[in-house]
């Protein structure tokens, strides 16, 4: 396993492992673990004020200013129709480049970051369908690690333009 980066430092991209594994990096909103490709990982840092902006969706928290670059920050506890939770010490703010017709980037709130996994392709399974009642598109799959189940998310399917207005 990879050793995360202090708060406020950039994450060093990776190279896909020898074996042909991924790695993803692992977050928590309440005791679930979510991964995102750690490759679109572009910084972590604690939580910090941000600037609300007017008439936005509730789980937006308002935008930030990083080094020149205005970022919409999403708390993804809201976004995932979870109950608030006050802001602590453990409560961390992941950056993350997300593709569409443009590249954007995009900070989400999370109650904390987890771990590094490699995980490799054949061991990711695909989301259950549920109907069309509830919406899956931004699960890319769920894998086992250890005795725990992860969901991998497709950031640019929940963080696209159009899944924030």
């Known amino acids: 396993m990879s050793e995360l980066p202090t708060h406020n430092e950039p994450l060093d991209l990776l190279e896909q492992e020898q074996d042909g594994s991924e790695q993803y990096l692992t977050f928590l909103l309440d005791d679930e673990e979510y991964g995102v490709e750690i490759l679109r990982v572009q910084e972590i840092k604690g939580w910090d004020k941000v600037t ?55 900070a989400i709130v999370v109650d904390g970051v987890s771990d590094a996994h490699n995980i490799l392709p054949e061991n990711i399974k695909p989301a259950p369908d549920f109907g069309s009642s509830i919406d899956t598109d931004f699960i890319s799959g769920l894998v086992s690690i250890e005795d725990n189940m992860m969901i991998i998310l497709n950031i640019d399917s929940l963080l696209s333009v159009e899944a924030l207005g």
């Open 52 to 106: 609300h902006i007017p008439n936005s969706p509730h789980y937006l928290c308002g935008v930030l200013n990083l080094r020149g670059t205005i970022v919409p920050v999403v708390d993804l506890r809201l976004r995932f129709g979870m109950p608030a939770r006050a802001y602590i010490s453990t409560t961390v703010v992941v950056v993350l480049k997300v593709n569409g017709p443009r590249q954007r980037t995009v």
